[in-house]
């Protein structure tokens, strides 16, 4: 698996041989030195072939209306071989709704969809507040410590728990089975094989076993098991299919909005008059965290493979091709996006963005992490809580979840 850390160095990214260029490395995303070899690809070879790298051939889509043009296709743009760069053995690829064509995709969609229905976002608003507040009262003052941790995670960890009715002292587990499933086996590191992530998350499987068995023997009830357990679309479900609708859910509900909670933090750093025209003027706080999402791009890709012919921009993709929408690349498109590489919290047409993706798999719980981090900038501003970053923040090595493991801070007085 080390092929798939492969770094490809520190070349002169107008200097690679365009044929060549291939953006998948996760050394780039860690260091964050990928920007300039999109730039090239969105300039000189917007839809790009990349015939040999540690994930096989693949296309690079990089420009946002191309990006739009295959996500709105789910005809010809599959996702049933999987979401992501990597071909993760089947075996070990056990099917979700993310990976279903209609109508079957639909019906399990629309299973879980209530829970992040306007009425439902409404009933949990004041709990969400309630421990936004909780949180960043409880932070240290004058003193260094992880932001990540203490507020990105344990936010969004907390809002999972509840989603699924999960006991609450264990909710961090969640996060554990989150950035298991997400990572890709690589050695030297505690997952260093398929089976042994496979392992893990079939402890996962085992827990959530437990919750399916007592909620559907109870009545129905407004949690995430329980509308699985007593829905026709989905009550059914072999093993397999519940782990994978469980990873999903858990890894959807968790890191993206996890790193846009970061990603902001670090932004109002990087562009301080930014975040003072959101102090000066509280009501852009909406836009602003359009802004942060669009900025961070919490996931970098999503993988199709194509089922017929097709030509995009002026390039011939083949049936069968392996097909990658770069959001992250998407979202600096300059074309569509004015001065797409600033951050603007009060940018014209701010939720023009392709972080949640476009078509039916459009993501499912946008306005649940639009309200979380909205409400936790609004207790930031209601507590005037100034927040510095003191060290050099700490990135994923991903090319899919774009995201934090430290961001160092200290609360000032
Ligand atoms: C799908 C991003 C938060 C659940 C997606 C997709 C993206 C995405 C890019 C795939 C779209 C496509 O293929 O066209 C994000 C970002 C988030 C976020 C950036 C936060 C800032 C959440 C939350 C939940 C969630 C909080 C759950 C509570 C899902 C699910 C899908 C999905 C279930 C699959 C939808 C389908 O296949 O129909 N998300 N997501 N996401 N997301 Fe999110």
């Known amino acids: 698996m080390d092929t798939l850390q492969a770094d490809h160095g520190r070349e002169d990214p107008c200097n690679i041989q365009l044929t060549g260029l291939d953006v998948s490395g996760p050394k780039r995303f860690q260091d964050d030195s990928i920007w300039p070899y999109f730039e090239r690809l969105r300039r000189e070879d917007p839809v790009h072939y990349c015939q040999d790298s540690p994930y096989g051939p693949y296309w690079s889509i990089t420009k946002y209306r191309d990006i739009i043009a295959v996500d709105t296709n789910h005809k010809v743009f599959s996702s049933e071989q999987g979401v992501t760069i990597v071909d993760v053995p089947a075996e070990h690829l056990p099917p979700s709704f993310i990976k279903m064509a209609p109508p079957k995709h639909g019906e399990q969609r629309g299973t879980v969809s209530p829970i992040v229905a306007p009425e439902n976002l409404a009933k949990l608003e004041s709990l969400i507040r309630c421990r936004a507040r909780a949180i960043l009262h409880g932070l240290p003052r004058n003193e260094t410590f992880n932001w990540v941790d203490k507020v990105s995670i344990e936010l969004t960890t907390q809002m ?13 587990l969640l996060s554990y089975w989150s950035d298991v499933a997400v990572s890709t086996p690589k050695q030297g590191h505690a997952i260093d094989s398929w089976d042994k992530r496979s392992a893990v998350l079939s402890e996962c499987l085992d827990y959530f ?5 007592s909620r559907i023997n109870a009545e129905p009830r407004l949690d995430l098991i329980s509308m699985m357990a007593h829905s026709p679309a989905t009550r059914n479900m072999d093993s397999r299919e519940f782990l994978g609708n469980l990873i999903l859910l858990i890894v959807g509900g968790n890191d993206t909005t ?3 909670i970061s990603g902001g933090l670090l932004f109002m750093n990087q562009n301080p008059s930014e975040l003072r025209k959101l102090r000066d003027n509280p009501m852009l706080v909406s836009s602003a965290v359009s802004e942060i999402i669009r900025y961070q791009t919490p996931i970098a890709h999503m993988r199709r493979n194509a089922s017929a012919d097709i030509i995009i921009g002026d390039k011939q993709i083949r049936k069968g091709d392996k097909v990658v929408m770069w959001y992250i690349s998407g979202n600096r498109d ?11 919290i009060n940018r014209k047409n701010v939720r023009q963005h392709l972080s949640f993706g476009f078509g039916i798999h459009r993501c499912v719980g946008r306005h649940l992490a639009e309200l979380q981090l909205k409400i936790l900038w609004e207790e930031m ?3 005037r809580l100034n927040v510095k970053i003191v060290g050099e923040p700490v990135r994923v090595a991903s090319n899919f979840v774009r995201g934090y493991s430290v961001i160092p801070v200290q609360v000032v007085a």
């Open 160 to 172: 999972l728990a509840t989603l699924f009715d999960f006991p609450f002292e264990d909710r961090r």
């Open 209 to 213: 076993a437990r919750l399916w068995r």
């Open 258 to 260: 996890r790193n846009s």
């Open 334 to 344: 300059d074309e569509i996006i004015d001065n797409a590489n600033s951050f603007v």
């Open 381 to 383: 501003l209601n507590g």
